[in-house]
């Protein structure tokens, strides 16, 4: 029987994202059937930061867009950022402990296969357009984000 890990990402912190991403990439590695739906701030990590656009969107999306982390590389701590130098201390202790970085779990999950949803609500709100986060992205609404959760092993909110 097919084991399947559905991972709800709400948290735009790296930490976080982090965390969801290693979860992620090793359920893959034991052969199960992984999703990750992003919502609002989890949108973050999908951001890609090369395709970003201002064109066709209103005052509030331009704003929003360049206010916001434009990629895995922005996003700050979730606790001790310290206006960004908490953040470099762990990016530094990641390196000399030779981890891969959140820009690096998110390629391998992307070669595994695990399955990216974009939720559609979050994605319109935050003025968000498809060509701008990777392109393995699927946006979908919250009906097809339950018919997921609900045929999966396991759920995670993150």
């Not at 949108?43 to 005052?59: A, G, N």
């Not at 949803?117 to 393995?136: A, D, N, R």
């Amino acid at each position: 029987m097919e084991k399947k890990l559905n991972i709800l990402l709400f948290s735009g912190d790296y930490d976080k994202a982090l965390a969801a991403l290693i979860i992620a990439d090793g359920a893959a590695e034991m052969g199960v059937k992984v999703t990750l739906f992003c919502a609002f701030w989890g949108l973050m990590l999908l951001r890609d930061p090369d395709k970003l656009s201002l064109e066709d969107k209103t005052i509030y999306e331009k704003i929003f867009g360049m206010t916001t982390p434009k990629g895995p590389e922005e996003l700050p701590l979730s606790k001790m950022d310290m206006k960004g130098m908490g953040k470099k201390m762990l990016t530094m202790m990641m390196k000399d402990a030779e981890s891969p970085s959140l820009k690096d779990f998110l390629e391998e999950a992307r070669k595994k296969g695990i399955k990216f949803y974009g939720c559609q609500l979050s994605v319109e709100v935050m003025g968000f357009k498809k060509e701008e986060m990777i392109p393995e992205l699927e946006i979908v609404d919250v009906k097809e984000y339950l018919k997921d959760a609900l045929d999966s092993n396991m759920q995670l909110f993150v």
